[in-house]
């Protein structure tokens, strides 16, 4: 009998956003355009990129927050000093290939005004889910749900990247469908 195949690794630099809303920690999310499900901003390690995953988190966020920019509107830094690890699960982008994931978790925080700088990304395209939703929220990526397992394991790693009171932008969302 044959060995099985090892499983494939996928590398991802995947960037948080948390925002406060009237002292309500909610979930910046991005309905994947190829799956249909809310997922966190980011995405897989380039070839040229291997030695510096934060060009991969900038990258992401430039192309997936557009009009949103890195440097104008917003910063990415990172998270965690450490990666995340897990698999391997079945991967949906490679036909259920058993696939072991590494993560390194980056987080955005707004330089200026949060909410106006939301009310600038498309509606639906983007939602902001609260914290205490993300678990049963429908339609929400397995990936997007591990968010959660980061901030149980460290508390205090997922600072806000920004604070606002207004009335809700129209990505305001109570859960995700």
């Given at each position: 009998?044959?060995?099985?195949?090892?499983?494939?690794?996928?590398?991802?630099?995947?960037?948080?956003?948390?925002?406060?809303?009237?002292?309500?920690?909610?979930?910046?999310?991005?309905?994947?355009?190829?799956?249909?499900?809310?997922?966190?901003?980011?995405?897989?390690?380039?070839?040229?990129?291997?030695?510096?995953?934060m060009?991969?988190?900038?990258?992401?966020?430039?192309?997936?927050?557009?009009?949103?920019?890195?440097?104008?509107?917003?910063?990415?830094?990172?998270?965690?000093?450490?990666?995340?690890?897990?698999?391997?699960?079945?991967?949906?982008?490679?036909?259920?290939?058993?696939?072991?994931?590494?993560?390194?978790?980056?987080?955005?925080?707004?330089?200026?005004?949060?909410?106006?700088?939301?009310r600038?990304?498309?509606?639906?395209?983007?939602?902001?889910?609260?914290?205490?939703?993300?678990?049963?929220?429908?339609?929400?990526?397995?990936?997007?749900?591990?968010?959660?397992?980061?901030?149980?394991?460290?508390?205090?790693?997922?600072?806000?990247?920004g604070?606002?009171?207004?009335p809700?932008?129209?990505?305001?969302?109570?859960?995700?469908?």
């Amino acid at each position: 009998m044959a060995a099985p195949e090892p499983a494939r690794q996928s590398d991802l630099a995947l960037v948080l956003a948390r925002v406060s809303v009237n002292d309500i920690a909610h979930w910046l999310l991005r309905r994947h355009p190829k799956w249909g499900d809310w997922s966190l901003v980011g995405g897989h390690v380039e070839p040229d990129e291997v030695d510096d995953w934060m060009r991969t988190a900038t990258r992401e966020v430039d192309e997936e927050l557009a009009p949103l920019r890195c440097g104008l509107d917003l910063v990415v830094e990172p998270l965690l000093a450490d990666s995340s690890h897990w698999g391997p699960v079945p991967s949906r982008s490679a036909q259920g290939a058993p696939t072991q994931y590494s993560v390194r978790w980056y987080q955005l925080r707004f330089l200026g005004d949060a909410a106006e700088s939301l009310r600038r990304l498309p509606p639906d395209n983007f939602a902001l889910i609260p914290e205490s939703e993300i678990g049963q929220a429908q339609g929400v990526s397995d990936v997007a749900r591990r968010l959660l397992e980061l901030v149980r394991e460290h508390p205090l790693a997922a600072p806000f990247a920004g604070r606002f009171t207004r009335p809700p932008v129209p990505l305001l969302r109570a859960c995700a469908n």
